[in-house]
């Protein structure tokens, strides 16, 4: 039970740190979390070679103060990492940022490398009792990765810190019993009584200084009304009385009416959408028809029909009752949002969500799309993201199955005759998002058989946001003079239209060369290849193999970063990215000085003692590498079925830790001639999953779409477990098998396959960006391939020549 209890603190504040992330920084770094978790295990097996035999002889008191140590320090060492000035937006202007980043990954290590090297001994101090004490770890783990996540409904990550914490120093005490140890009972539980009185508190949060949520709080007269907590984001809803807020993305300078003053509802402090007062009369609010999103209304027959994904607070919706949309379905995927606006801001919004011609839906956007059968005039897909953080690059390594080329069909699928697609994005200069936005425009209508794609699409860009009309049929003369005149009327400009000619464009948002126009007549000409070929940004299609619609990132493109950083521009800066390749770089640093140089230089005090040979290195080696693609390929595949980065990161790994640790322990009942038979199987039924992995998701996709998020998340465990029980064979066979060759062979198979772990969680995701998630699955099953044809069958005579 102790065991147990500490495994899922262990995988809970791993999943936790990845809301934390998202909260302080942009991003979730969930290769970056996963990574330091792993090196902190492996880590755990070079100490134990070291100083297993003075841990062991003291064994209940060291058990203990690593237990207690292990709950100590998750607050303790997230606080510290808190306090250093990491800014990832600063990468490329602060070479110190590198030594920040570095320091941070080795501080939240250190509760890992702690709860890792207390089931280490407990494996080898109780070596009769294997099996409970594995089983205990993996279901205490399993359940963790998916409390963690239910928690998030009732408590804030700032409150779960602490929480686990307690669970952990209960683990501690509860353990200290067991062993007849009541002393450090006692103490271990007066400590976690003491972190239990500051649940409800929590620890402080110090997000980034830049976050817009932090920089609203810097206006006088701001006040947090209140604060709300889920799995999908931390709501924070804002008040600014001296200067109200009037936040209207993309609103024409020209409006005749002044935008009703507003409250700013920050999701993880990021991006904003705001609640409009609303009196009840939708005609009164002229100015909603003063942005690009309002083009579309000009070729809409009356009272149509729209669906809204991503309604937000409202805006759109607001925007579709005022231009007279006769239904409206609006499409929320954080059921969060909509309570709020049913509950306590109801009455400030109008009752807008109460509206008759407003259905509101709490669901994913592609998934409802998929799954709805109705049809629609039009299909709006608002801009939800920020404005600074998408500048920066930092959404780079972000998954997004909402903007890819299969998703642009779906929603085409859902129009009736003659229906509008509507897609808005920022304005980003030298221009990227807009580019590749529309360049699978292009890529989705070609694949619905539209022979001339640049006839069935126009292009609106206003001074801060520009907003793409796709239509299966083709758009007349007639229809793009109605467009260009209601962008006259509102000094935005045509990017393109059908007939439009270069003359035409570029009037009153000026930019020094009329790049958009360009841009979309070498996509829709023969030279497409070569324009995504030469373009200075990443701006190929994404797609749901490549899922990556904000990573512009070229490598040529870093000259020219690095000499214009002193300048302080963030005009070139893709972050997300070099985030990313540094903490590759520095995990193969880190991994290499505390798991490989350790051991080897262990080698010199043990003269005479055989050394593992290659083949044995490689073996664990490949199996670590190969384990890893996988796991975060799973991961990011998921995203796609289960809607968030939080729900696939604590199912996929929940299921791989119970079926994997069970397919282990199955293995330790091989005998020893059928090891390397049994290997074998398992690796290729592992790599025929594996390969067919994205067809099969595809099929599970297929025929539970409509199913509710408990049963989803049910069907993901069971449609892992196959793999993820093949899996477990492999490293435990290898294991058994060197284990009688030398006191070294052990310690060198658990560093090897945690160094390959740790450089796996992050080169698997750069991978599946440059290849694609289908090849890296390949590449997977290769690398299980090559680790059994190293299988480690060799004598201690020839390893010691090895």
Same mark, same amino acid.
């Not at 067991?178 to 450090?184: C, E, T």
């Not at 963030?570 to 997300?576: D, I, S, V, Y």
């Not at 093949?726 to 294991?735: E, I, R, S, V």
């Given at each position: 039970?102790?065991?147990?209890?500490?495994?899922?603190? =262990?995988? +809970?504040?791993?999943?936790?740190?990845?809301?934390?992330?998202?909260?302080?920084?942009?991003?979730?770094?969930? /290769? $970056?979390?996963?990574?330091?978790?792993?090196?902190?295990?492996?880590?755990?097996?070079?100490? $134990? #070679?070291?100083?297993?035999?003075?841990?062991?002889?003291?064994? !209940?008191?060291?058990?203990?103060?690593?237990? $207690?140590? &292990?709950?100590?320090?998750?607050?303790?060492?997230?606080?510290?990492?808190?306090?250093?000035?990491? @800014?990832?937006?600063?990468?490329?202007?602060?070479?110190?940022?590198?030594?920040?980043?570095?320091?941070?990954?080795?501080?939240?290590?250190?509760? *890992?490398?702690?709860?890792?090297?207390?089931?280490?001994?407990? *494996?080898?101090?109780?070596?009769?009792?294997?099996?409970?004490?594995?089983? +205990?770890?993996?279901?205490?783990?399993?359940?963790?990765?998916?409390?963690?996540?239910?928690?998030? %409904?009732?408590?804030?990550?700032?409150?779960?810190?602490?929480?686990?914490?307690?669970?952990?120093?209960?683990?501690?005490?509860?353990?200290?019993?067991?062993?007849?140890?009541?002393?450090?009972?006692?103490?271990?539980?007066?400590?976690?009584?003491?972190?239990?009185?500051?649940?409800?508190?929590?620890?402080?949060?110090?997000? @980034?200084?830049?976050?817009?949520?932090?920089?609203?709080?810097?206006?006088?007269?701001?006040?947090?009304?209140?604060?709300?907590?889920?799995?999908?984001?931390?709501?924070?809803?804002?008040?600014?009385?001296?200067?109200?807020?009037? /936040?209207?993305?993309?609103?024409?300078?020209?409006?005749?009416? =002044?935008?009703? !003053?507003?409250?700013?509802?920050? #999701?993880?402090?990021?991006? $904003?959408?705001?609640?409009?007062?609303?009196?009840?009369?939708?005609?009164?609010?002229? &100015?909603?028809?003063?942005?690009?999103?309002?083009?579309?209304?000009?070729?809409?027959?009356?009272?149509?029909?729209?669906?809204?994904?991503?309604?937000?607070?409202?805006?759109?919706?607001?925007?579709?009752?005022?231009?007279?949309?006769?239904?409206?379905?609006?499409?929320?995927?954080?059921?969060?949002?909509?309570?709020?606006?049913?509950?306590?801001?109801?009455?400030?919004?109008?009752?807008?969500?109460?509206?008759?011609?407003?259905?509101?839906?709490?669901?994913?956007?592609?998934?409802?799309?998929?799954?709805?059968?109705?049809? *629609?005039?039009?299909?709006?897909?608002?801009?939800?993201?920020?404005?600074?953080?998408?500048?920066?690059?930092?959404?780079?390594?972000?998954?997004? %199955?909402? %903007?890819?080329?299969?998703?642009?069909?779906?929603?085409?699928?859902?129009?009736?005759?003659?229906?509008?697609?509507?897609?808005?994005?920022?304005?980003?200069?030298?221009?990227?998002?807009?580019?590749?936005?529309?360049?699978?425009?292009?890529?989705?209508?070609?694949?619905?058989?539209?022979?001339?794609?640049?006839?069935?699409?126009?292009?609106?860009?206003?001074?801060?946001?520009?907003?793409?009309?796709?239509?299966?049929?083709?758009?007349?003369?007639?229809?793009?003079?109605?467009? #260009?005149?209601?962008?006259?009327?509102?000094?935005?400009?045509?990017?393109?239209?059908?007939?439009?000619?270069?003359?035409?464009?570029?009037? /009153?948002?000026?930019?020094?060369?009329?790049? *958009?126009?360009?841009?979309?007549?070498?996509?829709?000409?023969?030279?497409?290849?070569?324009?995504?070929?030469?373009?200075?940004?990443?701006?190929?299609?994404?797609?749901?193999?490549?899922?990556?619609?904000?990573?512009?990132?070229?490598?040529?493109?870093?000259?020219?970063?690095?000499?214009?950083?002193?300048?302080?521009?963030?005009?070139?800066?893709?972050?997300?990215?070099?985030?990313?390749?540094?903490?590759?770089?520095?995990?193969?640093?880190?991994?290499?000085?505390?798991?490989?140089?350790?051991?080897?230089?262990?080698?010199?005090?043990?003269?005479?003692?055989?050394?593992?040979?290659?083949?044995?290195?490689?073996?664990?080696?490949?199996?670590?590498?190969?384990?890893?693609?996988?796991?975060?390929?799973?991961?990011?595949?998921?995203?796609?079925?289960?809607?968030?980065?939080? %729900?696939?990161?604590?199912?996929?790994?929940?299921? &791989?830790?119970?079926?994997?640790?069970?397919?282990?322990?199955?293995?330790?009942?091989?005998?020893?001639? @059928?090891?390397?038979?049994?290997?074998?199987?398992?690796?290729?039924?592992?790599?025929?999953?594996?390969?067919?992995?994205?067809?099969?998701?595809?099929?599970?996709?297929?025929?539970?779409?409509?199913?509710?998020?408990?049963?989803?998340?049910?069907?993901?465990?069971?449609?892992?477990?196959?793999? +993820?029980?093949?899996?477990?064979?492999?490293?435990?066979?290898?294991?058994?098998?060197?284990?009688?060759?030398?006191?070294?062979?052990?310690?060198?198979?658990?560093?090897? @396959?945690? &160094?390959?772990?740790?450089?796996?969680?992050?080169?698997?995701?750069?991978?599946?960006?440059?290849?694609?998630?289908?090849?890296?699955?390949?590449?997977?099953?290769?690398?299980?391939?090559? #680790?059994?044809?190293?299988?480690?069958?060799? =004598?201690?005579?020839?390893?010691?020549?090895?």
């Amino acid at each position: 039970m102790a065991v147990a209890l500490l495994a899922a603190a =262990s995988l +809970a504040f791993e999943v936790l740190l990845m809301r934390l992330f998202s909260i302080l920084q942009w991003h979730h770094f969930a /290769y $970056m979390i996963i990574s330091l978790a792993l090196l902190g295990y492996g880590t755990s097996g070079t100490l $134990m #070679a070291f100083f297993a035999g003075g841990l062991l002889r003291r064994f !209940e008191r060291a058990w203990t103060l690593l237990a $207690m140590g &292990f709950g100590l320090s998750m607050p303790l060492v997230f606080l510290l990492a808190e306090q250093l000035p990491f @800014n990832p937006l600063e990468l490329l202007w602060d070479p110190w940022q590198w030594l920040w980043l570095a320091t941070v990954y080795l501080l939240l290590m250190v509760p *890992f490398l702690l709860v890792a090297l207390l089931i280490g001994i407990s *494996f080898a101090r109780y070596g009769n009792r294997i099996g409970a004490i594995y089983g +205990a770890d993996l279901l205490g783990a399993g359940v963790g990765a998916l409390a963690v996540v239910a928690l998030l %409904y009732w408590l804030f990550p700032r409150q779960l810190l602490p929480l686990l914490a307690v669970v952990a120093l209960g683990g501690a005490s509860l353990g200290a019993w067991a062993m007849h140890r009541p002393r450090l009972a006692l103490g271990a539980g007066v400590v976690a009584l003491l972190f239990l009185g500051i649940v409800q508190q929590g620890v402080p949060l110090s997000p @980034n200084p830049f976050k817009p949520l932090q920089q609203q709080l810097q206006v006088m007269g701001t006040r947090v009304l209140g604060e709300y907590s889920s799995p999908l984001a931390k709501l924070t809803m804002v008040e600014s009385e001296q200067v109200p807020l009037r /936040y209207i993305l993309g609103l024409s300078l020209n409006t005749p009416q =002044s935008p009703p !003053e507003q409250l700013g509802l920050f #999701a993880d402090g990021d991006a $904003m959408m705001a609640i409009t007062r609303f009196e009840g009369d939708p005609k009164s609010l002229t &100015f909603l028809a003063w942005t690009p999103e309002a083009a579309a209304w000009e070729l809409l027959p009356g009272k149509p029909r729209v669906l809204v994904l991503g309604a937000g607070t409202g805006m759109p919706v607001l925007r579709a009752l005022h231009l007279g949309a006769g239904e409206i379905h609006a499409v929320e995927v954080n059921g969060q949002v909509v309570e709020l606006m049913r509950g306590p801001y109801a009455a400030y919004s109008g009752d807008l969500y109460q509206s008759p011609e407003v259905r509101v839906v709490t669901a994913e956007a592609r998934r409802y799309a998929r799954t709805s059968d109705t049809v *629609f005039d039009l299909v709006e897909l608002p801009l939800l993201d920020a404005f600074n953080a998408a500048s920066a690059g930092l959404y780079a390594v972000s998954e997004s %199955y909402v %903007y890819t080329v299969e998703a642009l069909r779906e929603y085409l699928r859902r129009l009736a005759p003659g229906g509008l697609l509507s897609v808005t994005r920022w304005v980003r200069l030298p221009p990227r998002e807009r580019i590749k936005l529309f360049a699978m425009a292009v890529e989705a209508l070609q694949q619905e058989g539209v022979a001339e794609p640049g006839r069935h699409l126009l292009w609106i860009r206003g001074w801060n946001t520009a907003t793409l009309l796709v239509r299966l049929t083709p758009f007349s003369s007639v229809e793009v003079e109605r467009v #260009a005149r209601f962008a006259r009327s509102r000094s935005f400009d045509l990017a393109w239209a059908p007939g439009l000619s270069q003359s035409q464009v570029n009037r /009153y948002n000026r930019l020094p060369q009329p790049w *958009f126009y360009t841009a979309a007549s070498s996509i829709l000409g023969k030279e497409r290849d070569a324009f995504f070929r030469d373009y200075r940004f990443h701006v190929e299609p994404a797609t749901d193999d490549r899922p990556y619609f904000y990573r512009f990132f070229r490598w040529n493109l870093l000259p020219e970063m690095v000499r214009m950083r002193m300048q302080g521009s963030t005009f070139l800066q893709e972050t997300g990215y070099l985030v990313l390749v540094i903490t590759l770089l520095q995990a193969l640093l880190l991994a290499g000085l505390l798991l490989l140089v350790p051991l080897r230089l262990q080698r010199r005090f043990r003269q005479g003692e055989p050394l593992p040979g290659w083949r044995q290195h490689g073996y664990f080696f490949f199996v670590g590498l190969g384990f890893m693609f996988i796991e975060v390929i799973a991961i990011q595949l998921f995203i796609r079925y289960l809607s968030h980065p939080v %729900y696939a990161v604590a199912v996929v790994l929940s299921a &791989f830790l119970v079926f994997a640790g069970l397919g282990a322990w199955v293995s330790l009942k091989v005998k020893k001639r @059928n090891r390397r038979r049994v290997a074998g199987l398992a690796v290729i039924v592992a790599g025929l999953l594996v390969v067919s992995y994205p067809a099969l998701l595809h099929q599970l996709i297929a025929t539970t779409h409509g199913w509710p998020d408990a049963l989803r998340i049910l069907a993901s465990l069971l449609f892992i477990a196959p793999l +993820a029980f093949a899996m477990g064979f492999p490293f435990t066979l290898g294991l058994s098998e060197v284990s009688d060759r030398g006191r070294l062979h052990i310690p060198w198979a658990w560093a090897v @396959n945690g &160094f390959a772990s740790v450089l796996g969680t992050t080169l698997a995701t750069l991978a599946a960006i440059h290849l694609g998630l289908q090849l890296v699955l390949w590449l997977a099953a290769a690398f299980y391939l090559l #680790a059994w044809s190293c299988w480690p069958a060799v =004598s201690p005579k020839r390893a010691r020549g090895g």
